[in-house]
């Protein structure tokens, strides 16, 4: 069974999210497999989202730790990164996250119409709130954020 929860493209490579199995899936601009990176440990992690910085380290949300967890480069190995619940962010209503070309991310938390910016380190830099109706995708462009919603 395969569950994909998420996708994206960096690069020329591309990346399923699959939340079944808890892993990612990568495949090459001709959707020609490469890889898998399992991403389980002594207890099961399910992992809802998942972003890449720069540096090819892959980022995942689990709502059930309410936490993010951050890869070691293009492998299986991964650490907590941000528990969000001691960020202040208790909620279970965060629709998207992604990284800019600082390293920087948002969270976007679409029940409070709310993003999360963070450094590169995780430390919240800054809280902006959005006047947009059912918020579901941040995109990074040239250094802005563009929200998109579900219609």
Do not use: H
Not at 43 to 65: A, G, K, M, V
Not at 141 to 146: K, M, N, P
């Amino acid at each position: 069974m395969f569950d994909p929860v998420d996708l994206l493209s960096n690069q020329l490579d591309n990346y399923i999210l699959d939340g079944t199995k808890s892993e990612i899936t990568r495949f090459d601009n001709e959707l020609n497999f490469v890889q898998t990176f399992s991403l389980q440990k002594d207890e099961p992690i399910s992992p809802q989202l998942f972003s890449i910085d720069s540096r090819q380290n892959f980022y995942f949300y689990s709502l059930e730790t309410n936490s993010i967890y951050k890869t070691r480069s293009l492998s299986s190995q991964f650490d907590l990164f941000l528990d969000l619940l001691d960020a202040g962010i208790n909620n279970e209503c965060i629709s998207d996250f992604e990284f800019n070309y600082k390293d920087q991310f948002v969270l976007l938390v679409d029940c409070l119409s709310e993003l999360y910016l963070f450094s590169r380190s995780g430390k919240l830099i800054r809280r902006f709130g959005i006047k947009i109706d059912d918020p579901i995708k941040i995109i990074e462009i040239e250094g802005s954020w563009l929200i998109l919603n579900k219609d």
